[in-house]
């Protein structure tokens, strides 16, 4: 005789055969009754009245939360865990004050930030107190923050200088879907929120000083073109089979070269494209550099001018392609002009990221 036990959690379905056991998750259908399930803990909350405009904004929300979470794997599990579905119901309550209509959207990308990371109990907390202040926060305030955090988080890969810039100018033209706030209340507005700290008596980096930084690559002096260093620097590519054109013209002095690279730590996620011959035909792969190759682009790194001063014109270049692109002036010419220094909190990261992802879909989760 043979037993055989089955056991699933609410809304699985497990199909038994012999030893073996399917447990198969809930689909779109299940997922929205839960969700309809949490907003009926919410309608005793309303009268009549206000029930009818409730329902129509919780019901947008609904479409815009479900949209999503069917786009990422596994995202609809996430309606079976009790701490998600205590988040549903907040994030529901917040949907139903809100009257800005890309709070729904907002809220959506909070919740798919719970299920992607919700396992980090600080981030959690960032996400719970965030989702309770998105029908507080001002439009102001909302996209003071995400730029703000945009200026702090965002860089492009591009090891290209101007295209590197373009996709910059590109991202924030995304970002910023109003004119930026003229005056300094929405630093008050929004650290009454806990998404700022503000630290009064320190100022915060200008936008060269930042991007010089970030974007070092674009901005080091590189090699001396035909100088011994310059020959070393070829052999060493030939040496560990890497693609001569990996040292390229300098964008911004035209009598060195560089590596195609926004700042030495990225040489690791180099993309090298190799050709492979197959059975019946040749087919192109890509592939990051090998232990060697790093090595071997770290040496060249090495062989760089130090020569401050030359850095110093790169970065007045630098600034000046900058400047002519029209959404990254807009941003320097706000960001110089801030007046005090401030901290974004746990809080404001979640909610300035979501934001952003909200404007550009593309862009990659908080890490």
């Known amino acids: 005789m043979t037993r055989q036990n089955q056991e699933g959690g609410d809304s699985s379905t497990n199909i038994q055969a012999q030893q073996i056991v399917l447990n198969v998750g809930i689909d779109e259908k299940r997922a929205r009754e839960i969700y309809h ?3 009926l803990q919410l309608r005793k909350d309303y009268s009549q009245e206000a029930l009818n405009v409730a329902d129509s904004r919780i019901s947008e929300f609904e479409n815009s939360l479900m949209s999503k979470m069917e786009r990422i794997d596994g995202a609809l599990e996430a309606f079976t865990d009790p701490s ?7 994030a529901q309550k917040t949907a139903a004050s809100t009257e800005r209509p890309a709070d729904y959207e907002l809220l959506s990308e909070l919740l798919i930030h ?4 919700g396992q980090d109990r600080t981030i959690r907390a960032g996400i719970n107190r965030a989702v309770e202040i998105v029908d507080e926060i001002s439009n ?8 703000s955090h945009a200026i702090s988080y965002f860089y492009p890969l591009s090891g ?8 910059l100018n590109d991202l924030f033209g995304k970002i910023l879907y109003s004119p930026l706030p003229k005056d300094i209340e929405w630093l008050d507005h929004v650290e009454i929120l806990d998404a700022i700290r503000l ?3 320190k100022s915060l980096n200008k936008i060269q000083s930042i991007y010089s930084e970030r974007l070092s690559g674009y901005l080091d002096v590189g090699i001396k073109k035909e100088s011994e260093n310059h020959i070393k620097a070829i052999e060493l590519l030939k040496l560990n089979r890497l693609p001569l054109d990996l040292l390229e013209e300098h964008s911004l002095n035209e009598d060195y070269v560089r590596i195609l690279v926004v700042n030495r730590k990225e040489i690791s996620s180099i993309i090298l494209t190799e050709l492979v011959p197959t059975k019946d035909s040749v087919v192109q792969i890509s592939k990051n550099p090998n232990d060697e190759q790093i090595k071997a682009l770290q040496l060249i790194y090495d062989l760089y001018v130090q020569d401050h001063n030359l850095r110093n014109i790169n970065a007045s270049y630098f600034m000046s392609e ?3 692109r029209d959404n990254l002036k807009m941003i320097s010419d706000w960001w110089n002009n801030i007046p005090t220094a401030f901290q974004i909190t746990s809080v404001g990261r979640v909610l300035a990221h979501a934001n952003a992802q909200r404007c550009d879909s593309k862009l990659p989760p908080l890490n």
Do not use: H
């Open 140 to 147: 102001d305030g909302l996209l003071g923050l995400t730029v």
């Open 84 to 90: 998600f579905q205590l988040l549903l119901v907040e």
């Open 114 to 117: 719970r299920f992607l990371k």
């Open 37 to 39: 399930e949490m907003n």
């Open 322 to 324: 900058w400047n002519k």
């Open 199 to 201: 630290k009064p008596l």
């Open 160 to 167: 290209g200088v101007n295209f590197g810039l373009d996709v």
